[in-house]
């Protein structure tokens, strides 16, 4: 049984960074994509980032050049750094691997 938990979230001013953990366990990162979504406040849930098995990552052509999703291996760990935050970045991000998600960190960006 494959479980996520993400940390990291808070509450920070635009322009700052923050950087997300994905903590897996039942199955190991390696072999698997994991990827991180988000859903704001009365919208759908959209797909952020994702990292395949190879380490090969997409994104978002949106966010592109300001989040950075990255693993280690070592901690069956996925991360997502998010650099120069706006407003509008404000949602509860979730992690997702093998149809399975997280519970979600909530993350709030004033202006």
């Known amino acids: 049984q494959v479980q996520l938990v993400e940390s990291g979230g808070g509450l920070v001013q635009a322009g700052e960074s923050l950087r997300l953990s994905c903590v897996v366990s039942g199955s190991i990162i390696r072999v698997n994509t994991v990827g991180w979504w988000r859903q704001a406040p009365g919208k759908q849930r959209e797909w952020v980032a994702s990292i395949s098995s190879r380490g090969i990552t997409t994104y978002a052509d949106s966010l592109k050049g300001r989040f950075s999703i990255f693993s280690d291996i070592a901690k069956n760990t996925v991360y997502l750094q998010m650099n120069s935050l706006k407003s509008e970045d404000t949602a509860v991000y979730y992690c997702?691997?093998?149809?399975?998600w997280g519970q979600g960190t909530q993350v709030t960006v004033s202006s």
């Open positions: 997702w691997m093998r149809n399975s």
